[in-house]
Nanobody, 116 residues
């Protein structure tokens, strides 16, 4: 059974930073790409950032390029999302995601609120 558990969300002022972490279990983590999605109230869930299995290749939504960084630790089975220069429009629930044996797996989400 694959489990993904996010942590590190919270309330931050505009211009501030947060680091999200996702702990993965139940799969050979180092073999699978990982993603971060986010969903704001009343909106669809959107892809924010992706990282390949080795960590050598990353991709970002245009809205976060240059501000967010995705990374992974294949020893500790974790994926991270470093978020800098946060804006109010970054407010959302952030979800860790992977696809394993043709099934999508999601964490329960971490709330990020950017407000003064």
């Amino acid at each position: 059974q694959v489990h993904l558990v996010e942590s590190g969300g919270g309330l931050v002022q505009p211009g501030g930073s947060l680091r999200l972490s996702c702990a993965a279990s139940g799969l050979n983590f180092r073999l699978y790409p990982m993603d971060w999605y986010r969903q704001a109230p009343g909106k669809q869930r959107d892809l924010v950032a992706s990282i390949n299995s080795s960590g050598a290749d990353t991709n970002y939504a245009d809205s976060v390029k240059g501000r967010f960084t995705i990374s992974r630790d294949n020893v500790w089975n974790r994926v991270y999302l470093q978020m800098n220069s946060l804006k109010p429009e970054d407010t959302a629930v952030y979800y860790c995601h992977t696809r394993f044996r043709a099934m999508d797996y999601w964490g329960r989400g971490a709330q990020v609120t950017v407000s003064s």
